[in-house]
């Protein structure tokens, strides 16, 4: 199994996100993060289901978060395992050889998100998959066993660019800053980081 060290100086990570901004929510904190201390970061951006506006912000935002964009219109919450979407995930391994694959958390209940994490592992067998998390109303937030501390300027900014990049999503009531910060609010008291900011993920298997 590939290993992720991250004190190498090159990384290519692969990050995968059913909408626009489940990548930033989940995982902005880190890939910020890894942006300072890795020499030569190669970040690959895919959003799986993004139009019109929603497909520009997150264009935007991947531009924002130093990431290459592939933003595709599969239909939101309507995700099936047919051969459109696992054609993709195929093709998608054709072309990217990642060191570190960024994903939905398999016990989401959306089902779109559900289905990604699944693709995610049937894809990419032999390499280092974290699965990320999202809050929303189902309440299905887990206890994550890898974790990523963030100073405060690194969780400040991953709130700035969310606000900034999708103000499509400002009128939800849980789009909020408080709600961003207080997740990782938590997972930094869960592993007690020095800041008592973190973001947490889900490993099933890792090498280290």
Same mark, same amino acid.
């Given at each position: 199994m590939l290993k992720l060290a991250l004190e190498a100086p090159r990384l290519r990570v692969l990050a995968i996100g059913s909408h626009a901004d489940d990548i930033e929510i989940g995982c902005g904190g880190t890939l910020l993060r890894l942006a300072q201390s890795v020499e030569a970061l190669e970040l690959h951006w895919v959003v799986l289901s993004a139009s019109g506006e929603r497909a520009d912000e997150a264009r935007a935002s991947a531009d924002a978060f130093g990431a290459v964009a592939d933003v595709q219109g599969f239909r939101d919450a309507f995700f099936r395992y047919g051969p459109e979407v696992k054609?993709? *995930? !195929? !093709?998608?391994? /054709?072309?990217?050889?990642?060191?570190?694959?960024?994903?939905?958390?398999? @016990?989401d209940r959306h089902q779109d998100h559900r289905l990604v994490a699944e693709l995610t592992w049937n894809t990419f067998r032999d390499h280092l998959i974290l699965e990320y998390e999202i809050p929303k109303y189902d309440g299905d937030l887990g #206890?994550?066993?890898?974790?990523f501390d963030l100073d405060e300027e690194v969780a400040r900014r991953k709130i700035e660019l969310l606000? !900034? &990049?999708?103000?499509?999503?400002?009128?939800?009531?849980? *789009? &909020?800053?408080?709600? *961003?910060?207080g997740l990782m609010r938590i997972r930094g008291m869960e592993c007690? &980081?020095? &800041? /008592? +900011? @973190? !973001?947490? *993920?889900? #490993?099933?298997? +890792? #090498?280290?």
């Open positions: 054609e993709f *995930f !195929e !093709e998608l391994k /054709g072309r990217f050889e990642p060191g570190l694959v960024l994903t939905h958390h398999g @016990a #206890a994550p066993n890898v974790f606000m !900034e &990049s999708f103000p499509s999503q400002r009128g939800k009531r849980w *789009f &909020s800053e408080d709600l *961003f910060r007690n &980081s020095p &800041s /008592g +900011l @973190a !973001e947490g *993920f889900y #490993a099933r298997k +890792l #090498a280290v």
